[in-house]
């Protein structure tokens, strides 16, 4: 079976996790979000890719949820004493990748191109394809202005309340090569339990991702990130609330329309599945907090097992 997954933000990189220990790795293609990408110190960070990159490898740092295990930080403490830029915090390994990324771009070489190298050298089986090669960021519109997405989420720990989130170069953006044979040849599409605003919300910007999701037929099954209506981490539910109106699991599903024919959501939301369903999305209920790699591996099973009662 083919599954094509839309990811993005740690809790997605975790969700893939499971998927790829679930079915064959080789039969899952990740469709990455690239909004949170940005330059520190004259390299280019692809924060959401690296998170996939890592969690894939087995490489991840778990304890902090984001970045390379076994991870030091001379650099970024050389940086800091030399009153450099050192708010987004940049590991030794991690500088490492980031390094020979830039490298190539800069060669001209298309950030597709270099993702596969990257997986490749670091023993990644499944496809990791960055939703566009094009230049694509996202800006939160806030109460306090407007900024970047890194700036608005690690800069000023996303305090900040949302009143729009933009994706800058959507309007121009193409899907990178892959993306949509990857949809159209997938047996199942899911949505990772990942931010819809941030995360999710940038993949669909460009405009024939969107279409494809829109057009598919085969099923499409999102995963809520929130349980008892709360964020395990971030300002998702902070967002969905000021957003979307509210923190149900139907409201996460109001962030799909059209695009989704399934939502698994924790037991803890199982009130909600009659309004899930009365917006014409099939509701699943189980444990949806992934603690460790089993509880990854069953959240996928569940999402993957949507395809039976398509």
Known sequence: MKV??????????????????????ASVSAIVNVGDDLEVLGLSVSPDLDSVLYALAGIADEERGWGRADETWNALATVESLGGESWFRLGDRDLGLHAVRTQALRDGAPLSAVTA????????????????????????????????FQEWFVARAHRDPVDRVRSEGATEARPAPGVLEAL????????????????IGPILAVERIRSALERRRVPCVAVSPLIGGLAVKGPAAGMLQRLQGGTTAAHVAGCYPGLIDALVMD????????????????????????????????????????????
């Open 184 to 199: 159209h040849e997938a047996d199942l599409i899911l949505i990772a339990p990942s931010n819809p605003f941030v995360s």
């Open 267 to 310: 037991e803890k939301d199982a009130a909600d599945a009659d309004a899930v369903s009365s917006a014409g999305v099939r509701p699943i209920i189980t444990h949806t907090l992934m603690h460790d790699a089993a509880a990854r591996r069953r959240l996928a099973e569940a999402a993957l097992d949507a395809v039976a009662f398509a």
């Open 4 to 25: 094509a997954v839309l990811t993005g933000g740690v809790g997605g990189a975790r969700f893939l996790r499971g998927i790829v220990d679930a079915v064959d790795p």
């Open 117 to 148: 190298k990257l997986a490749a050298a670091l023993g990644v089986e499944t496809t990791i394809l960055p939703a566009t090669d094009g230049r694509l960021r996202t800006w939160l519109d806030t109460t306090n202005g407007s900024f970047p």
